[in-house]
């Protein structure tokens, strides 16, 4: 088997093994392979290996690599805009992705809202959390939620489906545990509080700590180096 192939292969196992450990149907979590940085024959090919997801963190990168792999691609696949997302660039961003896990205020909402209703489009999105509380990270911090989340159900052309955080780096997985249980529960008592939503989904996990994000819930996981090594 191709180095490729053999990496997927793995990563598929080990979120079935994680989402098993807690009853969880493995089918249920969705493999969002991260292609930053990546050049666009590699993502050819995980695509006939079978990937469906995709993901990339910039508007510029995804602009010069995603319509090219499209019109090359025998099949669709869905496009996941994971990074920081800069107002200016929203026009771009809808028009390239089919999902945005990164949104981060409530003056992106708007920007999405209005420039996808202007397109006829209802665009789905996870609202970004910073559940540690870093400074350098973007997002929510937790407690603004429950202000922003009504405010940003009322916007046409949004079709709000959960959170997403990215946790610290840490040495061992086991430390970015509690942020996703936080996250989780941040998760079910927003929806608790607005059930009109739909808040499915918790996209949380990359390369050095899936697994525990799937055991604490994740149904998205974000995965770039396991899949296509380390980044240059
Ligand atoms: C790069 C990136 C990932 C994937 O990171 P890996 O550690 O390579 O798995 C996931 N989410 C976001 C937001 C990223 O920028």
Known sequence: MEELELRIKRVRERIAEAALRKGRNPEEIILVAV???VEPE??????ELGIEHFGENRVQEALEKIPRINFL???PVTWHMVGHLQTNKVPKAIRLFDFIHSVDSVRLALELSKRASAQGKTIPILLEVNVSGEATKFGFPPEEMEKAVPEILVLPGLSLQGLMTIAPIVKDPEEARPYFTRLRELRDKLAEKFPQASWKHLSMGMTDDFEVAVEEGATMVRIGR???GERR
């Open 226 to 228: 396991a899949i296509f």
């Open 73 to 75: 691609l025998k099949r």
């Open 35 to 37: 292609t930053k940085t």
């Open 42 to 47: 590699r993502i050819m090919a995980a695509a």
